[in-house]
């Protein structure tokens, strides 16, 4: 984790404890390089426009500009996609509240991930370019304000 975040007994949830934008996120413990992974999330809480939702090499740092760095592939919401650490110009809408339930799927032998929102019935999708976000990937979520709150749900 990074910022001020503080995670759940169980390690399933994190919460955002900062009241002003510092840039706080968390990744996941596991790393992945083969097979297809399925971690469904529940937005327990949203206070902010948008979270970022993605991977990053896994030997890359956790810090304040995540979104930025150079194998971050993800989105911001549904509507704003990030390719190695750029952002690309989107749909502004914001689809993502609280009680929302995605999935962030790792397809590591197509090298592709997905996000998937249940309530909308969205899949949205990012070829990875193994040279600028190589193997093992981790997935990160980046929180923007207080009380922001995601949960891992099996």
């Known amino acids: 984790r990074f910022g001020a975040i503080e995670l759940s007994a169980d390690g399933l949830?994190?919460?955002?404890?900062s009241s002003r934008w510092d840039g706080s996120c968390i990744s996941g413990m596991g790393?992945?390089?083969?097979k297809v992974h399925h971690i469904r999330f529940r937005i327990e809480n949203k206070t902010s426009n948008y979270w970022f939702f993605g991977i990053i090499t896994a030997s890359q740092?956790?810090?304040?500009?995540?979104?930025?760095?150079?194998?971050?592939?993800g989105w911001w919401d549904l509507g704003y996609i990030v390719v190695n650490g750029k952002t690309k110009d989107g749909n502004r809408t914001k689809t993502m509240n609280s009680g929302d339930e995605?999935?962030?799927?790792?397809?590591?032998?197509?090298?592709?991930?997905q996000?998937?929102?249940?309530?909308?019935?969205?899949?949205?999708?990012?070829?990875?370019?193994?040279?600028?976000?190589?193997?093992?990937?981790?997935l990160v979520i980046r929180l923007d304000s207080e009380h922001d709150c995601v949960k891992i749900v099996h």
């Open 13 to 17: 949830s994190g919460r955002c404890l």
């Open 31 to 34: 790393c992945y390089s083969s």
């Open 61 to 73: 740092q956790l810090t304040s500009s995540i979104s930025a760095v150079q194998s971050a592939c």
């Open 102 to 113: 995605v999935t962030l799927i790792l397809d590591c032998d197509n090298r592709l991930i």
């Open 115 to 138: 996000l998937q929102h249940h309530g909308r019935n969205a899949l949205v999708g990012i070829q990875i370019d193994l040279e600028q976000c190589p193997f093992p990937w981790k």
